[in-house]
């Protein structure tokens, strides 16, 4: 009998805590965060770099771009990256053939797409003298094509100080060929 006592009181009290797990489970009244949850995951930083400065080099070992920042963030939900203040060198036969800088710059790991926002500063040189410069708010530089674009106001400056302004614009990397889209203006300088 004293047996049957101790297990009655063992499954008494497997009942009550039983019970009480499922009455607490359907009384929570926590806010269910789920959402929450997911929506800040896809803006936490998969990684970060400080005084980041990145080389890449052709197949024969030649430095063909340098790429400094003080701070990439990583987003890897979003597969891509933000840059501050990019600065991006890019090399021929070892020598500077064209820069760009802005404030800031997104790379979409997927597309390739290089979004370069504020002040954007495009210089080509040729022989090591500044050859183009272009200015813009907004200009997008496509890695997979080696193209520019931009639907936003250009400004370009050639060596002899001949301005040329428009409206949008697409080109070729190293600004050899350039296709303005509308309202074309220039001002030129006899030399």
């Not at 080099?57 to 990439?72: D, N």
């Amino acid at each position: 009998m004293l047996i049957a006592k101790h297990k009655l009181r063992l499954l008494s009290g497997i009942t009550i805590i039983c019970g009480a797990v499922a009455l607490w489970s359907l009384n929570d009244n926590r806010k269910n965060d789920t959402n929450t949850t997911k929506a800040s995951k896809q803006d936490d930083i998969d990684f970060f770099v400080t005084d980041a400065k990145i080389n890449t080099f052709s197949a024969s070992g030649e430095l063909e771009q340098q790429a400094t920042s003080p701070k990439i963030e990583h987003f890897k939900q979003r597969r891509s990256s933000t840059i501050e203040k990019p600065f991006i060198t890019q090399f021929k036969n070892q020598q500077v053939s064209a820069t760009i800088t802005s404030q800031n710059a997104t790379v979409n790991d997927v597309t390739e797409l290089v979004n370069f926002n504020q002040q954007v500063v495009a210089i080509t040189f040729k022989d090591t003298v500044k050859n183009i410069q272009l200015k813009t708010p907004q200009l997008q530089f496509d890695r997979k094509k080696s193209t520019l674009s931009t639907e936003q106001d250009v400004e370009f400056t050639d060596t002899f100080g001949n301005i040329t302004t428009a409206r949008g614009m697409h080109s070729d990397i190293g600004l050899k060929t350039i296709h303005l889209k509308s309202n074309v203006k220039g001002t030129y300088n006899e030399k």
